[in-house]
């Protein structure tokens, strides 16, 4: 595995622990102990890191090691490193001169904001030989956007509270408390100039000062070392006076071991990550380590996390939340860390809403698990969806005289393709997009099930469909028809949201030929090991590589960049061209699935990245851990793969 390679333990609140395998900080999200003070949002990052190194007959030796300015790293910890391991949860050994080891396992528990740091001796060792571990964390107290420095007003002060040291570095964050088998020494000190390379290579500012407050010791030669950390409203889980720390970590260790064990799958024991809790329900937390809750991705992430991997009640807990936050037949896309108001602006959001309430009665009708009241509950907002669309409502968002929907105005993204640097919409596909017409196809003929008054308008969009999308002379799809609301004008740039019309939703727009040709266009123009591109190369504005400063990578973001989620549209469109037969999956499994295992184990270990470069060696970028990409690999595996599969209506 890369050094670089990072590892994720999610506490089901928003909050995390996330590093490298090698130990070294890349990114200021890296910490131990990251709380959701108003989850999913409002996450402060408590305790950053440690520094750790053992005391024995050969002296001291580091087994952790940190990146400084201006190219530093110190100590070598990580040169001893000699093997990680990710399932069930983060676990590091190092070797030592005697040939002994030490074995660090990290364990974040579902449902508390906590995490669990353990470590202890294994293979020979001389009898009575002394052996100490000593341990100094660093301590912050920020907004995990930001970064912290040096400053008078940080509170270095230890406070003993029952059986619990605690620290409150600032007096509106949530103070640390930390339970463990060792001895500490207040011994407060500022680290400095800590570098984060990622922060640097995405353009940002990315240096860092950290406090210390002093240093745990612990006898490993008497007893493994626990180390406990849990945010403030959670110290209860550390245990009473009455139970010492390794019972407490024992108990925690099996308690979580059960509920992991539970999954059938590291791949569902991966998308329970992104399932945390919001205002007493479920939602899909879209990517780690800076995403929130994003409507577009809940919806079309829910497909795969959920549906497909028979986690249903936890779908129909989604839906039915999300009830309650359709405004104007709209769903919120995003929700501001700060609880600002939450934002509009997609279109496509709720239209993937009524694609996935379809799929969730498909899948409980039968078993009853949806109530007549919750059925109704999320008709009615199907309803009042579709309804404001017709009408019209934010954002030019209106059916036209032709059956399509038109939607943008100038200056806002509406659509997934949502760069934005400052007033410059990267991408604006303001009119007619071709995924939102599948999508509303789709959405109308799904609508019309429960209610046949929506069956004329449901045949009329996808018969406009068919005509107007067609682009003869290049045989492929426009990515916009009536651009910037102009009758007749067309944008045939090669993307991939043509890809909708025949994969990727619950009904095919296209068959036959046309079908045929748009999924050999897609596979031969952008199909890469990790997804498809996002623009074709030849393009004009067509960027290879996701790299540079803000500005720089939000131009490319959709001008090229790979997206592992689309491979889920792909390999649907491409098995349904080819009838879906049991010879066709077995060479999609090979050709397109396989390399996606592979990178498994290559950036967000266990999980897929968010995006990839667009050219060899199609380099991860972006999130390594993202719900959607993780989703739609699931989809295929559980739905459209399966043996059990079914052709998709057409």
């Known amino acids: 595995m890369d050094p670089r390679a990072e590892w994720l333990e999610a506490d089901g609140l928003g909050g995390f622990a996330s590093g490298t395998l090698s130990g070294i900080r890349t990114r200021r999200y890296h910490a131990l102990l990251l709380t959701a003070s108003t989850p999913p949002t409002g996450r402060m990052l408590l305790v950053n890191g440690l520094d750790a190194w053992v005391e024995g007959v050969w002296g001291k030796l580091a087994l952790s090691s940190q990146a400084y300015l201006p190219d530093v790293v110190e100590p070598d910890g990580a040169s001893r490193l000699v093997n990680f391991a990710h399932e069930l949860w983060p676990h590091w050994t190092w070797h030592l001169p005697d040939g002994s080891k030490i074995e660090q396992e990290l364990c974040v528990p579902k449902g508390r904001s906590l995490t ?10 001389k009898p009575q030989s002394p052996l100490l571990l000593h341990v100094r964390p660093f301590l912050s107290g920020r907004d995990y956007h930001a970064l912290h420095h040096e400053n008078p007003n940080f509170r270095f002060t230890c406070e003993q509270r029952a059986a619990c040291l605690c620290f409150q570095p600032y007096p509106d964050v949530a103070a640390v408390f930390i339970r463990s088998n060792a001895s500490y020494r207040h011994e407060p000190l500022w680290y400095r100039n800590f570098r984060y390379d990622e922060e640097r290579a995405r353009g940002l500012d990315f240096t860092e000062d950290l406090a210390s407050p002093g240093v745990f010791t612990f006898d490993l030669a008497a007893d493994d070392a626990v180390w406990l950390l849990a945010a403030e409203g959670y110290e209860e889980a550390l245990g009473s006076e009455q139970e010492n720390p390794v019972q ?17 799958s590291a791949l569902e024991r991966a998308a329970d990550t992104y399932l945390v809790r919001r205002d007493g329900g479920h939602t899909i937390i879209a990517g780690y380590p800076w995403f929130t809750d994003w409507g ?4 079309i992430a829910l497909r795969g996390l959920c549906l497909a991997t028979d986690r ?3 779908a129909r807990e989604i839906l039915l939340q999300w009830c309650e936050v359709v405004s104007e037949g709209m769903l919120p896309n995003h929700f501001p860390d700060a609880g600002t108001a939450p934002k509009f602006n997609s279109v496509d959001a709720p239209l993937w809403y009524v694609v996935a309430v379809h799929e969730l009665f498909e899948a409980t009708d039968a078993r009853g698990l949806l109530t007549a009241s919750q059925r109704n509950q999320l008709l009615q ?11 019209g409502t934010r954002y030019g968002i209106r059916l036209d005289r032709d059956g399509l929907l038109a939607a943008g105005e100038a200056g806002v993204q509406l659509t997934w393709m949502d760069a934005k640097v400052g007033d410059w919409i990267v991408t604006p ?13 789709n959405a109308l ?4 099930r429960e209610n046949p008054a929506w069956s004329e308008l449901a045949r009329r969009a996808a018969r406009a469909f068919g005509e107007r999308f067609w682009y003869a002379e290049g045989a492929f799809l426009y990515d916009v028809v009536d651009v910037d609301h102009r009758p007749g004008a067309v944008d045939a740039a090669f993307r991939p949201n043509q890809i909708f019309a025949v994969g990727g939703l619950p009904l095919s727009l296209l068959a036959g030929e046309r079908a045929q040709r748009i999924v050999a266009a897609v596979e031969e123009r952008l199909w890469t090991p990790l997804g498809l591109r996002s623009l074709a190369p030849g393009e004009p504005g067509y960027s290879p590589h996701y790299t540079g400063g803000v500005r720089e990578r939000d131009a490319a973001y959709h001008q090229g960049t790979v997206w592992p989620w689309l491979i889920g549209p792909f390999v649907e469109a491409w098995l349904r061209v080819r009838g879906s037969t049991q010879a066709a999956r077995a060479e999609a499994r090979r050709r397109f699935l396989a390399p996606l295992y592979t990178h498994l184990g290559e950036a967000g270990l266990g999980h897929i990245s968010e995006i990839v470069d667009a050219e060899a060696p199609h380099v991860p970028r972006g999130c390594p851990f993202q719900a959607w990409s993780l989703g739609e690999l699931l989809r295929l595996e559980h739905r459209v793969l399966a043996d059990s599969a079914r052709p998709d209506d057409s």
């Open 312 to 314: 249903l009640e936890v």
């Open 445 to 448: 003929a799904l609508a019309a």
């Open 296 to 299: 577009r991705d809940t919806m």
């Open 381 to 391: 907002s199907v309803a009042a969806i579709l309804e404001s669309y017709v009408q």
């Open 116 to 125: 669990a740091v353990s470590w202890r001796s294994a293979g020979p060792r």
């Open 248 to 264: 407490v970590l024992a108990r925690l260790h099996s308690a979580e071991r059960e509920r992991r064990s539970a999954f059938t």
């Open 429 to 441: 596909r303001i009119g007619k997009p071709v995924e939102v017409e599948a999508l509303w196809a």
